[in-house]
């Protein structure tokens, strides 16, 4: 098992893609990358905490190669948006790949390396390593699963859920 921690906007979206491949153990909303000793969301959405929402992704690679998790990443948000994903603008929605060590940082590397050729060498992702990490708020944890009517879920996170299900087929869980 591995655990990448990656943030490309709201967490909301991410966590809702990932939750449907195969091979993925565990999805963690979250906060990193700051420094408030105790961020929340509400903190964080200020802006000023310095904190990027992000999740945990646990997985299996025998099951779903790294790679595989590295690319759904830059599928599913635009890394050439420089703190802002689409509406949602700040430094907490910037997109970032946290490393806990230097292989994880090479991998790193070279998916956004791999991204940079198919988004026209413009990608802004950061690549940092990882300080404290902060669980989000138990209302977030699954939140699109728990709220599929609400309108941001809809409006935004439906549409990149349908993008990676096109596009990585092979991995989705059975229905």
């Given at each position: 098992?591995?655990?990448?921690?990656?943030?490309?906007?709201?967490?909301?979206?991410?966590?809702?893609?990932?939750?449907?491949?195969?091979?993925?153990?565990?999805?963690?909303?979250?906060?990193?990358?700051?420094?408030?000793?105790?961020?929340?969301?509400e903190s964080v959405c200020t802006g000023r905490t310095g904190h990027a929402e992000a999740v945990?992704?646990?997985?299996?690679?025998?099951?779903i190669p790294e790679d595989v998790i590295l690319d759904v990443f830059f599928t599913l948000h635009?890394?050439?948006?420089?703190?802002?994903?689409?509406?949602?603008?700040?430094?907490?929605?910037?997109?970032?790949?946290?490393?806990?060590?230097?292989?994880?940082?090479?991998?790193?590397?070279?998916?956004?390396?791999?991204?940079?050729?198919?988004?026209?060498?413009?990608?802004?992702?950061?690549?940092?390593?990882?300080?404290?990490?902060?669980?989000?708020?138990?209302?977030?944890?699954?939140?699109?699963?728990?709220?599929?009517?609400?309108?941001?879920?809809?409006?935004?996170?439906?549409?990149?859920?349908?993008?990676?299900?096109?596009?990585?087929?092979?991995?989705?869980?059975?229905?």
């Amino acid at each position: 098992m591995q655990t990448f921690i990656l943030a490309g906007g709201c967490f909301w979206c991410l966590d809702a893609v990932y939750r449907v491949l195969q091979g993925v153990t565990a999805v963690v909303s979250g906060y990193t990358g700051g420094q408030s000793a105790f961020p929340d969301y509400e903190s964080v959405c200020t802006g000023r905490t310095g904190h990027a929402e992000a999740v945990a992704v646990t997985f299996d690679e025998s099951i779903i190669p790294e790679d595989v998790i590295l690319d759904v990443f830059f599928t599913l948000h635009d890394p050439r948006q420089l703190n802002r994903q689409g509406a949602d603008s700040g430094t907490q929605y910037r997109s970032a790949m946290f490393y806990s060590d230097d292989a994880q940082r090479e991998i790193f590397e070279a998916a956004r390396d791999r991204a940079s050729e198919i988004w026209g060498g413009s990608v802004v992702t950061e690549i940092t390593a990882l300080g404290k990490w902060f669980e989000a708020e138990g209302y977030h944890q699954d939140f699109f699963a728990k709220n599929p009517g609400q309108g941001y879920c809809m409006a935004v996170a439906l549409p990149k859920v349908n993008k990676v299900r096109k596009s990585y087929s092979q991995y989705l869980l059975a229905s």
